[in-house]
């Protein structure tokens, strides 16, 4: 009997009939299985006065696999046996055709030939039991399709090879179906994993021992050339990925041409090119949009000057480079670098206020009283030409030394000072430490530590005091500003917090209470800093919110209409969504070079200090490393309390897996 099933064609000895089911034993192994009749096909029938085999390979057959090839004729004898029977419409009998082929038709021959006619022969057509050529076309086509087959296999191959050598390639150099497997797999490694894998493409990982999963498909692919090991999937296909387009960079440049040039209002700024003023900055910043100054008035009241770049000189409302910051919200702070809200070109050149140069600004001055409160302040646009560049560093020894000819900066540092200690009186929270941050040279991950120095502190202050000057001018003038708020936290008592110690393990318990601040178009208190109202004004080179800022202050100067608080309430709902996507990408990026960091440095082990527990059912907390000026999320022993002494170490760390494990030990 012959029967095809996913094994193939098998030849078998019926063993016994039951009505409509027979017992075979199928193959050389006898392998016993009991199959319907329509599933078998008579292919000879026992001769009378045999006794039943039990096998194939017992008499009178004695099929085996050494016999059955023996009695399988030439592939030339085959051919001729298509040649003769070309144009007769009759199919054959299984057996007459045997007969016709190898001049025999017992069981042995008809065996070996049914197993042929049923392989992958393109000659005839096994159809309801008799055995028919097929035509020449029907030949070619068969033909066409088994040499694509063949093809289609040599290139599966190559594919295969090609991902288990876990080399370099050239895309170009695939196919389209291996291109569009390609293309596939980089989504996968993104994080789109919506399109199920197809069957070929697992068989393909599978041959390059990669499992199906986000992680190991990245591994893959940069050990082809087609995924850089530091990239965000969260960039992709973004307007940050994308970068300005060509005719944004164009009108950049015009700008740049035109900035000398005068431009509505230039007239009625105040001419301050005359004052000494210093921008202070970290050594590589290059987007400069704030400056101080330092004047003692004829009256001897020493007033703050607090100088601000003036963007809006040269980007109107609605101009293209507007939409495009508009839908940037503030740029990207990066490990690699800065990815800027306008232009390099605008943002480090005419906007900016560089050392020398006559600049647009916004200046605003501010009298403090006795206490620190605000005594008296104004805000108009002006020219400025900072006299020094600083850096933090150079700025920390001038307020260390203060040198009788540059007194000014310390003179700064004391009057900021004692506003900040006005703000604690109101009930600031002061909770700065060094903070850590990982910052990306080539492919080498650097830890950085920023402490809370001298000139910081005096930057920080001097920009909040910006900030609660305008917020108080906004709530006189009741205009609509994106006003910065947060509510009144419930701190933990003070017996508690003095319980602990001071620095990290303080601060954590206290910023658990703190609520998120929010942005509205009213003025609201802001807890954490101790201010009835704030905004943030002084980065409209880096904010676009802060550029509103500033033209919300024009309309007002210039008797125009602002935006009333409902239009100015949807814009800040539409910036939103883009400020959200920008402070995710950069956490993603500084967790990835934080995971970068860790595998370099993964066989050290540091001091840390318990902070408070985030999931404590996973054993999950939160530890403060002083030497690295980071707070991390470690496995820590069961009952950690605040402040307990811990061992931190590497427990896994794999970047383009996304994982990072911390182990704690006391």
């Not at 900021?416 to 430490?433: F, K, S």
């Not at 110690?501 to 601060?507: D, I, L, S």
């Not at 896994?652 to 006391?666: E, F, K, N």
């Amino acid at each position: 009997m012959g029967l095809s099933d996913e094994r193939g064609p098998q030849v078998a000895v019926v063993v016994s009939v039951q009505t409509t089911k027979a017992s075979v034993a199928i193959g050389a192994s006898a392998r016993q299985q009991i199959l319907p009749l329509r599933q078998l096909q008579l292919l000879c029938p026992l001769p009378a006065l045999s006794t039943i085999p039990q096998r194939i390979s017992q008499p009178p057959w004695g099929l085996n696999d050494a016999s059955l090839a023996a009695a399988l004729p030439p592939r030339r004898d085959f051919g001729a046996a298509w040649l003769l029977l070309q144009g007769d419409d009759a199919a054959q009998p299984l057996a007459d055709w045997v007969e016709l082929v190898c001049s025999r038709h017992d069981g042995l021959a008809i065996a070996a030939c049914w197993l042929w006619c049923q392989g992958p022969q393109t000659l005839f057509r096994w159809r309801q039991g008799q055995v028919e050529p097929r035509g020449q076309d029907d030949l070619k086509r068969l033909r066409r399709e088994r040499r694509h087959q063949v093809l289609q296999a040599q290139a599966e191959q190559r594919w295969h090879q090609l991902l288990r050598g876990r080399s370099p390639l050239e895309a170009q150099s695939l196919d389209l179906e291996q291109q569009q497997q390609l293309q596939l797999l980089l989504a996968w490694a993104a994080g789109d994993c919506e399109i199920p894998l197809p069957l070929p493409l697992r068989q393909a990982l599978q041959a390059a021992h990669c499992s199906p999963d986000t992680g190991s498909i990245r591994h893959l692919l940069v050990d082809l050339g087609q995924w850089e090991a530091h990239h965000l999937p969260s960039l992709r296909a973004t307007t940050w990925e994308q970068g300005f387009s060509a005719a944004l960079l164009a009108e950049a440049d015009r700008l740049v041409a035109a900035a000398e040039q005068e431009q509505p209002g230039d007239a009625h700024r105040l001419d301050l090119t005359a004052q000494r003023s210093v921008t202070i900055d970290d050594a590589d910043t290059c987007d400069i949009d704030d400056g101080l100054a330092l004047e003692t008035t004829p009256a001897g009241q020493q007033r703050i000057w607090i100088h601000v770049a003036d963007p809006g000189r040269l980007i109107p409302v609605d101009s293209p480079l507007d939409l495009e910051a508009r839908r940037r919200g503030s740029s990207l702070y990066l490990a690699g670098g800065i990815l800027p809200m306008f232009p390099e070109t605008l943002a480090t050149g005419p906007m900016s206020l560089r050392a020398g140069h006559r600049s647009a600004a916004w200046s605003l001055w501010v009298e403090l009283d006795a206490a620190g409160a605000i005594a008296a302040s104004g805000l108009q646009r002006s020219w400025v030409s900072p006299t020094y560049r600083l850096s933090y560093t150079d700025a920390d020894e001038l307020i260390d030394l203060a040198p009788p000819q540059e007194r000014d900066l310390a003179d700064l540092h004391g009057l900021l000072e004692r506003r900040r200690q006005w703000r604690v009186q109101q009930g600031a929270l002061l909770l700065e430490q060094p903070e850590g941050r990982i910052r990306a040279q080539g492919d080498q991950a650097v830890l950085e530590i920023t402490e809370p120095s001298p000139s910081r502190l005096l930057v920080a202050e001097a920009m909040i005091l910006a900030g609660a000057a305008v917020a108080a001018y906004g709530r006189e003038q009741g205009l609509a500003l994106p006003y910065r708020s947060q509510l009144p936290a419930a701190l933990p008592p003070d017996s508690e917090l003095n319980g602990l110690p001071a620095g990290p393990v303080r601060h954590a318990a206290i910023k658990r209470c703190l609520s998120r601040g929010h942005t509205g178009t009213e003025p609201s208190g802001h807890f954490s800093l101790g201010l009835p109202a704030y905004v943030q004004a002084t980065s409209p080179i880096r904010r676009y919110a802060d550029l509103v800022v500033q033209r919300q202050l024009l309309a007002v100067q210039q008797n125009t209409a602002p935006l009333a608080a409902e239009a100015l309430q949807g814009l800040l709902t539409d910036l939103d969504g883009s400020i959200r996507q920008g402070i995710q990408i950069s956490r993603e990026d500084q967790r990835h070079w934080q995971q970068v960091w860790f595998h370099d440095h993964r066989q050290e082990h540091w001091a840390g200090l318990f902070l408070r527990w985030l999931r404590p059912q996973d054993r999950l907390g939160l530890v403060h490393v002083d030497a690295l000026g980071l707070d991390l999320a470690a496995e820590c022993p069961a009952g950690s309390q605040p402040g307990d002494a811990l061992q931190l170490r590497v427990q896994l760390v794999d970047p383009l897996r996304d994982q990072l494990r911390l182990l704690a030990t006391g």
